[in-house]
């Protein structure tokens, strides 16, 4: 008996990493969703890090800057997320600390979470407009960080003087309107 109970907590607190087979999977985890990328780390993603380990459910992890697409699946981006996933439908977990989290994913806890909605099931993972999404999102992610590159490497004052060529266009224009004889008269 005491042998079982090890078995079960070995597997029960096991990380693995979600792939998208585990999306059509029956079972039961969680899915910890996070970001992480070099240069930048999330520290409520470090802090959660460390009590996936001590969970009752297995949990899968998905670095969202790693994997956009997948992701992408959930369609959160708040960092961290939990969704539980159980027999192919999603309970997004909102844990204000680690104490909470434990409470939600002790038992059966989680149950008491709305899941997303029968109505809403056009948002779930699977759906198809789900999955058109997420091939259109990992472009929008390429766009933005190619636009951050551009942005940090070209001189601030030249940026500068863009900007202020444009706000000094606009209110030429507000001016322009306002001074034009009025066609009425």
Not at 103 to 113: A, D, F, I, K
Not at 144 to 153: A, H
Request: aromatic share 12%.
């Amino acid at each position: 008996m005491l042998l079982l109970n090890f078995l079960l907590a070995l597997v029960a607190c096991q990380v693995e990493v979600l792939n998208q087979k585990d999306l059509a999977a029956d079972s039961t985890f969680l899915v910890f969703l996070y970001y992480e990328r070099p240069n930048f780390n999330c520290p409520a993603c470090k802090h959660y890090m460390h009590v996936l380990e001590e969970l009752e459910v297995p949990v899968k992890t998905c670095n969202f800057a790693e994997d956009i697409r997948l992701g992408s699946r959930f369609l959160r981006y708040s960092f961290p997320a939990f969704i539980l996933r159980n027999n192919k439908r999603s309970y997004i977990l909102d844990p204000v600390n680690r104490d909470e989290l434990l409470h939600l994913t002790t038992g059966e806890r989680w149950r008491e979470v709305k899941e997303v909605k029968r109505v809403l099931s056009a948002l779930e993972v699977d759906s198809l407009i789900v999955r058109l999404f997420c091939v259109i999102n990992p472009i929008i992610f390429a766009v933005i960080r190619n636009l951050y590159f551009i942005v940090d490497n070209i001189p601030e004052k030249l940026i500068a003087f863009f900007v202020v060529c444009i706000i000094t266009y606009l209110i030429y224009s507000i001016f322009e309107i306002f001074m034009e004889p009025d066609p009425k008269l």
